[in-house]
């Protein structure tokens, strides 16, 4: 009996050529059953059963998840440190920032759209729609916009930085003027004269002067808008505490005369006023 090798090899060539796609297919499902198998055996034979290690995954996840910056977090005040040195990026915000306050009772930030429109604001204060005041430095505060944290800082320098307290002592020029205890009585200062806080590292140095409802008020103490009210009768502005418009009322309210003095571009001048 003859055996025709190669008539057995061209059959079995066809053979695997005509089932190559069934053969791929039963051996990768092989290759799949046997580790499948493996991750089952894993799964019954391990020594820790799965839903512990879930259960020990979950508060794993949620010791990360955990805010740091939370009020109730051990490192409170380490966090709040390092968040107060980071300053956030300049609002793009209308607003603008007069002033801040720092004492025992409270600490206040003035801020305001103009001049005309300045309020005291304290921390968690809504200032506009979805703006709340988050914080209050020394040279600017921060805003929470609608979730973001941004900076509102004050938008020119101080004037009072570097004029020593002896040049205000003896100004180069001397201004007298004469006003009527009867007119001046019958004024409300706090009305005729709008009062901009100046601070410098966070502590009130001067007074800017602006007209306010009554203009020829301004004029008569022959201030002009822009001046900087640096002290009255020798009592220095930066002396006043938190109720310095209080302060401001008590000195204009009293008849007896009135020594301003001021900085007038940079200048200092003293304003004599006084009152018959």
């Known amino acids: 009996m003859n055996i025709n090798f190669f008539n057995i090899y061209n059959e079995i060539a066809d053979f695997v050529s005509k089932k190559a796609k069934t053969i791929a297919i039963a051996i990768v499902v092989l290759i799949f059953s046997f580790e499948t198998s493996n991750v089952v055996l894993e799964i019954i034979f391990a020594d820790t059963p799965v839903l512990n290690q879930s259960t020990a995954a979950k508060i794993q996840i949620k010791k990360i998840d955990r ?21 956030a990026p300049e609002t793009s915000l209308s607003l603008k920032l007069f002033g801040v306050t720092s004492s025992e009772d409270k600490n206040f930030a003035i801020i305001g759209l103009s001049k005309s429109d300045q309020k005291e604001y304290q921390t968690g204060d809504r200032i506009l729609d979805n ?58 200062i706090l009305e005729a004269i709008s009062f901009v806080p100046i601070f410098s590292n966070g502590t009130l140095s001067g007074l800017e002067v602006n007209p306010g409802e009554n203009k020829d008020f301004l004029v008569n103490l022959d201030l002009m808008p822009g001046d900087v009210l640096v002290s009255i009768n020798g009592a220095l502005v930066s002396d006043l505490n938190e109720n310095y418009l209080s302060n401001l009322e008590t000195f204009f309210s009293e008849a007896r005369d009135l020594n301003l003095s001021i900085l007038r571009d940079n200048n200092p001048i003293s304003i004599g006023i006084k009152v018959n």
């Open 131 to 188: 703006v709340f005041l988050e914080s209050i430095h020394k040279d600017y505060v921060t805003i929470n916009r609608s979730g973001v944290a941004e900076s509102l800082s004050f938008n020119k320098p101080n004037l009072i930085s570097g004029i020593e307290t002896e040049i205000l002592k003896n100004p180069a020029n001397k201004n007298d003027n004469i006003i009527s205890a009867e007119w001046l009585s019958n004024q409300n």
């Open 67 to 87: 805010n740091p910056f939370l009020s109730n977090y051990e490192s409170k005040e380490n966090s709040n440190a390092l968040l107060n040195a980071i300053k």
